[in-house]
């Protein structure tokens, strides 16, 4: 028979829920008392475990340890169905129905699988287990008195827990969007594995009941089903947590590099009063970055107002609706080339302050069309053939 997936296959596993479990440690420490909280918490946690203990080389390591043959069976299935009643409980505190609702539902889930625990692990020790079985103990004990119930016990107690939770989420998907519908989908996938695992173990027992032999499917096709559904679950268990934050986190870079044409431009503007402090980029929070980013670009277009001419921005925006989609585009065109000019204009005369406030000239409200536009052929024509003083219709 070829060999089952090897222990790496485990490890990567309960890797990937361990890392989610560690996501929610900063959220649990301040709110030390939400059950959904608690109940994501153990269940991660829970499948991290069972994830590293199934391997073969940790099922080795555990019976040597305890000294009792078949030991890591029934803390493997315990850790299983303990898992299998987690699961469920956080999908209950996690839907939207109500409180009174929610906490009956919560006493009986915990009840259930208290008692499922405290069966698998009373069946064992009610059980003969001889001989040492790492990868075939479902299969070769399927016969076993109180051993074969064991096993369906926890199948069984893990199965419906699925299936439950496959419906549940499946429902609920229907009414959310975007990284919370993603994210349970992914659940919807991880919990059919979960069944798929159940099945095939199920399959083979009974196989050994009517006198088969399809141990290959507990040997090799239920361990690969329980890993690729810790890795899904994983993935769909974190992205309602990271899905909105990275999100955002995407769109703050992204802002911050489409403002980089204008602040290349205009970094090095003086600013007389307004107080400018460098953040480091890799302590700094990116948003923190993105205020301090346009709050130094507004003062240095404030800085430029005296040199801003409406007549400039005026002319701009009459060459710019020529090239541009729409006026949006087209003002924000004008607004670059005014901008432009007026930089060139205070290079030209830094110590002749022109008379007067041209503040009312700036009119965009949104710096990054404005620093996008500055890649503009009516930018780069405005910068071009300008010349000082004579084309500016100020005194």
């Excluded at 070769?140 to 199948?155: D, H, S, W």
């Excluded at 268990?237 to 403002?259: E, H, M, N, S």
């Excluded at 277009?301 to 989609?325: E, F, G, K, N, Q």
Aim: charged content about 15%.
């Amino acid at each position: 028979m070829a060999p089952g997936p090897g222990n790496l296959v485990y490890y990567v596993g309960g890797a990937a829920l361990f890392l989610v479990c560690a996501l929610k440690l900063p959220p649990l420490a301040r709110r030390r008392r939400d059950p959904l909280l608690w109940s994501a918490f153990t269940q991660l946690f829970a499948g991290g475990c069972i994830m590293l203990l199934a391997a073969p080389q940790s099922v080795v390591a555990l019976n040597r340890a305890t000294g009792i043959t078949n030991c890591a069976a029934p803390v493997v299935y315990a850790a299983l169905t303990a898992y299998s009643g987690a699961s469920l409980l956080l999908i209950i505190h996690w839907r939207p129905a109500p409180p009174e609702q929610t906490r009956r539902a919560a006493r009986w889930c915990v009840a259930a699988y208290s008692l499922a625990v405290l069966a698998v692990v009373l069946l064992f020790w009610a059980g003969n287990a001889p001989v040492e079985q790492v990868t075939l103990f479902d299969s070769y004990y399927a016969g076993t008195p109180f051993i074969r119930e064991m096993i369906v016990t926890y199948l069984l107690a893990h199965g419906v827990a699925a299936v439950a939770n496959v419906t549940m989420c499946r429902r609920w998907s229907r009414e959310v969007h975007g990284s919370l519908r993603t994210g349970l989908h992914l659940l919807v996938a991880a919990y059919l594995l979960h069944v798929g695992y159940d099945v095939t173990r199920l399959v083979a027992v009974g196989a050994r009941w009517a006198g088969h032999d399809l141990d290959l499917l507990i040997a090799q096709v239920s361990p690969r089903f329980a890993a690729l559904s810790a890795v899904v679950g994983a993935v769909g268990y974190a992205l309602p947590l990271l899905g909105p934050r990275t999100a955002r986190t995407v769109q703050v870079v992204r802002q911050l590099r489409q403002l980089s044409p204008l602040w290349r431009l205009l970094r090095d503007v003086p600013t007389p009063g307004a107080a400018r402090s460098a953040l480091p980029w890799w302590r700094t929070p990116w948003a923190m970055l993105l205020m301090s980013r346009k709050t130094a670009l507004y003062d240095a277009i404030l800085a430029l107002a005296p040199y801003c001419d409406p007549a400039v921005r005026d002319a701009a925006y009459r060459t710019a609706l020529s090239h541009c989609p729409d006026e949006d585009s087209a003002a924000a065109s004008a607004d670059a080339a005014m901008i432009v000019v007026a930089l060139d204009r205070q290079h030209a005369h830094p110590d002749r302050m022109p008379g007067g406030a041209a503040s009312s000239a700036w009119r965009s409200g949104d710096l990054v069309p404005v620093s996008l536009a500055l890649a503009s052929p009516v930018v780069r024509t405005f910068r071009e053939h300008h010349r000082f003083p004579a084309e500016s219709s100020r005194p």
